[in-house]
């Protein structure tokens, strides 16, 4: 009997097995398809032109082509993911500096004959540059992407030389009319700058340092300052001001056409000049097919990656796909062709066509990731006028480096494995006590069944739970990136609690960024808590008119998703178009620059948090107010107790038992509340709102992906949770126990 | 439930020894209401009720659910508002007051003790709102809770006591008080019924004790006939009838009040009066009394439809030549022991009727037997048939 209890129970858990093995191998085990596989991140016309240009190779090679369409977000993902399994893949399309990451992840080859010598000619010289790394062609070259100047036909009546002549028609343009427009506090954008004066991002190192870099920061700064350009643009506003001419000129993409409307008369030029200095030279990014490890030993797939390239098929990508085409032949005949007055896309086209020409193309290396956010912080900084370009800038490569800095050597395992020993030591004799108990055999024997019922749960939680703890912790014991895992011990913990040498309390010290959340947590739950249990409170009076209404109303904010929320709170705290802003003008108090002051960059986060937070206490209140007898309350009442004393007496005490978990969970919610942070302030300004998690979440993803650092600021943060609940449970549990009747 | 009236002497033996009451009349208003209405939406509860509380009167208001005997206590405790009428406490108008300035302590149905206070501190709680002195409070709750043997339990929370120790720190909460009035809500329905018993003693010795004056509500007739000085018998949102229970229980003013009080209820059956041989005769449905001629008088005519009354305890076997009233089909015979209840009809088609026999006679009572009962014409009751109201009233 036992034995075939304990045989069935075997077979169960060999067919999860089974089951389970099905699922993670099943991809890698099923059958190759046949013919290529491409895959694109292209949507609407790109992709109908990308469609048109397959079916001609598929019909004149005889060959069976499955395109897939890959959203851009996932794309290197899903890339990293499948090409390794054999799954992936056999040519793919994708922006050329994005070349640093395929190679780290051997997700590429070189495309051999798909870009033979004899075809080089035939192609842009900057995109063949592009896609060339250490002396090695990777992809063939599609299409390339560059920001250009749109300009308004009704303002300005042809577009403008130098970037001096946009900004003095200031003041010509008519009330609320800005000259020009960028996302100033976007790298990228700013590069255009940069580059006019002769500085670089990236040199293999953090490069924007220096006279050029200095100057294109205070040239920014006078745009903003002298009133030719708005501060904190965003893509979206940019496009809003431009379509209802509240702006003479914009720099942006391609991807601007697309969102504006056919009757808006505008016209496209290349960046104007920097009086003295030169042009202003965008990043330039080229679309390219690469092929994968297994695509380049096929023939089909190199044929596939050459055919993209060619010269019908960029006329294809040109007219339906919109592209700017990277081959010159396309070009050559367009320019010999009378274009056609109306062609409106065509015109569009040759002068993205003529920006690209002056552009520079984007470094293809990893270590350039990591540039982006310092880069941007000093921009920002300079640009709310809270440094000289010069330690700004000093400050962003001081902090690139320090997110560069190698991994610390690799200790001796031992004080680990000796403390680990220690405590599964410790574990062992608690058990072994526990088993030596008196009566534990005869309970281990009576629950035997129980674990029978709790068995899937405890399985389930210990995979989706305790197993992605424990990896965490673990790769807290590593440094360098995910490719480059070094084991270093304690040594990622060591550098968090030292601050890394520096002082304690400076700038992005862990010890800083607990005060901040601290802080952030307290002042929050003690909102949450006083806003919703006033509201309790009042929604419970039975007379309230409307109550139910008022009731919907309140937990709407709840019922958001809080990413919702956080971005439309954002936008309400622009400085120059939110709507807090407008409301204070009615008052006649200045705009506040929200996200420029600590100060006010908290009090946003904490707006924003707390509107989102209210709700779940109010209904909590809510809840527990409905289990107090109203008799109590009466005979507090004739007892002589004001409507105040009852409350404070009476009422309080009583919702403390449940108040106190909701006031635990409210806390860990806030300590870890990730989307508020990230997204209103993001940080800002200079990372000081930053909370635990949001820095934990910088380390593994902006910061050149040093997961095991972020990792051991997990485990940090876990550690600090876990007592936190335990002391706030304890303090309150008592009393909450004794209470609760 | 049914050996009230005996209670009730009892009980008033026990008064008599300790304090000497005077006549309510003679003594000064510690509460009165006059002309109150009251409406919770479209339901009226309360339809114009007077009420008077001398000083030092136990006054019990009774009645079935919904009468609005509740509402008239919380009216004057203040926890709810009058429609119409005025309250007046000790002489104060009070009717537009909160409960915190009448000086009116209450003891609740569940007692509602605060759960979170230990029972040191719910006895304090009113006592350090109205800002007593430390050393007062202290030597009040000594007093009140050495009065109710509270004094081991002063440091437990309510949870931690049982229903009965809840409803004694209930009463001292109000003891300790010390109010013009002390108001209770039906405070012994949530104990069991040994515990009932002594506890509604304990009330009444406390009340005299202390020389309190009390407006007590209960829908428990064995409650109100016990501990009532002066007895409120609400039905419909009127009073129905007032005053010493013992004189309600006897002359009930009408049908309702009549089978209202006492346990098993009283017997009704619809009859005609006549006249036979110089003596009224009350007859129907199968039973057939001579009446009290002295108590009604005039409202004795020859013909008149009535409804016939009498309490199980005013029936008996009819031994001898006594006359017989009726002949009891018996259906169960109840046997207490000190006494037994024979149910059945007199009649297959009329109400059920109930006779309480002495337990030696209801040993030879068999159920489907026919029994004859006697009752004395003075405990006849007789009520006109179209109004309900008593004759002779």
């Known amino acids: 009997m036992e034995r075939s209890r304990a045989g069935r129970a075997l077979h169960a858990l060999l067919a999860v097995l089974a089951i389970v093995a099905t699922i993670l191998f099943a991809p890698a085990c099923s059958e190759p398809p046949r013919g290529v596989v491409l895959w694109h991140p292209y949507r609407g016309g790109e992709e109908a032109a990308l469609k048109k240009v397959v079916a001609r190779f598929e019909a004149e090679r005889g060959v069976k082509v499955t395109t897939l369409a890959v959203p851009y977000e996932a794309y290197l993902s899903k890339l990293e993911a499948a090409i390794p399994r054999g799954n992936g893949p056999d040519v793919f399309i994708g922006p050329h500096n994005r070349l640093g990451e395929y190679l780290l992840h051997k997700l590429v080859a070189p495309v051999g004959d798909a870009l033979p010598d004899e075809d080089v000619p035939a192609y842009e010289p900057v995109t063949v540059d592009a896609v060339t790394h250490e002396g090695v062609r990777w992809a063939v070259p599609l299409a390339s992407k560059c920001v250009a100047l749109y300009w308004d036909t009704r303002l300005l009546s042809e577009p403008p030389r130098t970037l001096e002549e946009l900004a003095a028609k200031k003041g010509a343009l008519g009330a609320g009319v800005w000259p020009l427009a960028y996302e100033s506090h976007s790298a990228y954008y700013h590069a255009a700058l940069l580059h006019a004066y002769g500085g670089a991002l990236f040199d293999g190192g953090f490069a924007m340092i220096g006279p050029a870099a200095e100057r294109s920061l205070e040239k920014a700064r006078e745009l903003v300052t002298s009133g030719a350009a708005p501060d904190e643009a965003s893509g979206d506003l940019l496009k809003t001001l431009f379509s209802t001419g509240k702006v003479a000129a914009v720099i942006s993409g391609p991807w601007l056409a697309a969102d504006l409307s056919d009757d808006l008369p505008y016209a496209v030029a290349p960046l104007p000049e920097i009086e003295g200095v030169g042009r202003m030279r965008p990043f330039l990014t080229v679309d390219g097919a690469f092929l994968s490890p297994d695509g380049a030993k096929r023939e089909d797939a190199r044929a596939l990656a050459r055919a993209l390239g060619s010269s019908e098929s960029a006329r294809e990508r040109a007219e339906t796909g919109k592209q700017v085409v990277a081959t010159r032949a396309y070009w050559a005949r367009a320019d010999g062709e009378r274009p056609a007055a109306d062609d409106r896309h065509a015109a569009l086209l040759r002068a993205f066509r003529d920006a690209s020409a002056d552009a520079i193309p984007m470094p293809v290396s990893t270590a350039m990731n990591p540039v982006w956010v310092p880069a941007e912080q000093a921009i920002r900084k300079v640009l709310r006028g809270d440094a000289t370009p010069k330690d700004a800038l000093a400050e962003a490569k001081a902090r690139y480096d320090d997110v560069m800095r190698p991994p610390p050597p690799s200790p001796s395992p031992a004080p680990l494995v000796i403390m680990i020993g220690l405590g599964l030591l410790a574990a062992a004799v608690a058990i072994v006590r526990r088993v030596r108990a008196p009566g534990f055999r005869r309970e281990l024997e009576a629950s035997k069944p129980a674990y029978k019922y709790v068995a899937h749960a405890a399985i389930t939680i210990f995979v989706l739970v305790v197993l992605p703890l424990l990896a965490g912790a673990v790769t807290s014991f590593f440094a360098g990136t995910r490719d480059d895992p070094r084991f270093v011990g304690l040594a990622n913990y060591v550098d968090i609690l030292t601050a890394r040498g520096k002082p304690l309390l400076s700038h992005g010290s862990f010890y800083l960024t607990l005060l901040v959340t601290v802080a952030w947590t307290v002042v929050n739950v003690t909102l949450h808590v006083a806003i919703g249990l006033a509201l309790g409170v009042a929604l419970a009076r039975p007379m309230l008119r409307l109550r139910a209404v008022y009731r919907v109303l309140l937990i709407l904010p709840w019922a958001v998703p809080s990413y919702v929320t956080a971005l439309a709170w954002k936008g309400m705290f622009h400085r120059q178009f939110g709507a807090i802003n407008a409301l204070l003008a009615t008052l006649g108090v200045e705009p506040i620059s929200w996200f420029s002051k600590f100060s006010t960059a908290f009090t946003a986060n904490v707006a924003t948090n707390v509107w989102l937070g209210f709700p779940f206490m109010m209904v909590v209140v809510m809840g527990a107010l409905t289990s107090i007898p109203k008799d109590v309350l009466e005979a507090a009442e004739v007892d002589g107790a004001t409507r105040w004393q009852a409350f404070r007496l009476v009422t309080l005490p009583l919702l403390k038992p449940t108040l106190l978990p909701a006031v635990v969970l409210g806390s860990v919610w806030t300590f870890n509340m990730f989307n508020v942070v990230f997204l209103v302030s993001g940080g800002e300004p200079d990372g000081t709102t930053d909370i635990l998690v949001s820095e934990a979440y910088r380390w593994a993803f902006a910061r050149n992906s040093q997961f095991g650092y972020a990792a051991a600021y997990a485990v940090i943060i876990f550690g600090l949770l876990a007592i936190m609940s335990r002391v706030l449970g304890r303090v309150g549990g008592g009393e909450a126990k004794e209470a609760a009747s | ?393």
């Not at chain 2, 009980?11 to 409406?39: F, H, N, Y």
């Not at chain 2, 509380?53 to 405790?77: N, Q, Y």
């Not at chain 2, 909460?173 to 109010?179: L, S």
């Not at chain 2, 619809?270 to 007859?283: D, R």
């Open chain 2, 1 to 393: 439930m049914s050996e009230a009236p005996h209670r009730h002497a009892g009980s008033s033996a026990l008064r008599a020894a300790e304090t000497p009451v005077p006549e309510p009349a003679e003594r000064k208003l510690r509460c009165a209401a006059r002309g109150i209405e009251k409406s919770f939406g479209a339901t009226k509860i309360l339809r114009g009720v007077d009420l008077e509380i001398p000083e030092g009167t136990f006054a019990v208001l009774v009645g079935p659910s919904g009468c609005g005997k509740s509402t008239l206590l919380r009216l004057v405790a203040g926890l709810e508002q009058a429609d119409k009428g005025t309250i007046t406490l000790a002489g104060r108008d009070v009717t537009n007051l909160p409960p915190r300035d009448r000086d009116v302590a209450m003891v609740f149905q569940s007692y509602a003790l605060y759960p979170h206070l230990t029972v040191r501190e719910n006895l304090a709680f009113g006592l350090k709102l109205r800002g007593t002195p430390a050393a007062e409070i202290e030597s009040r709750i000594r007093e009140a809770s050495a009065m109710l043997g509270l004094e081991k339990l002063m440091d437990r929370l309510p949870k931690q006591l049982s229903g009965g120790q809840r409803q004694r720190v209930a009463m001292g909460r109000a003891i300790v008080r010390r109010p013009t009035i002390f108001l209770f809500d039906e405070p012994l329905s949530n104990l069991d019924a040994a515990l009932r018993a002594e506890v509604r003693v304990e009330i009444r010795r406390l009340h005299d004790r202390l020389g309190a004056t009390t407006l007590y509500v209960t829908h428990d007739q064995v409650e109100a006939m016990t501990l009532a000085d002066s007895l409120w018998v609400l039905n419909g949102g009127l009073v129905e009838q007032k005053g010493p229970p013992l004189e309600i229980y006897e002359r009930p003013r009408t049908k309702f009040v009549a089978t209202f009080l006492g346990s098993p209820q009283m017997n009704l059956v619809a009859g005609k009066l006549s006249k036979e041989g110089g003596a009224f005769w009350a007859e129907g449905g199968g039973v057939r009394t001579r009446v009290d001629e002295e108590r009604f008088g005039d409202a004795l005519v020859e013909g008149r439809e009535v409804t016939i009354g009498v309490r199980p305890h005013d029936l008996c076997l009819a031994k001898g030549d006594a006359p017989i009233v009726a002949e009891l089909k018996v259906e169960i015979v109840e046997a207490l022991g000190s006494e037994a209840f024979a149910h059945g009809w007199i009649r297959s088609s009329g109400p059920t009727f109930v006779a309480r026999l002495d337990a030696a006679d209801a040993r030879s009572v068999r159920p489907g037997s026919a029994i004859p009962l006697a009752a004395a014409p003075s405990a006849i009751h007789l009520f006109d048939a179209k109004t309900d109201r008593a004759l002779g009233d």
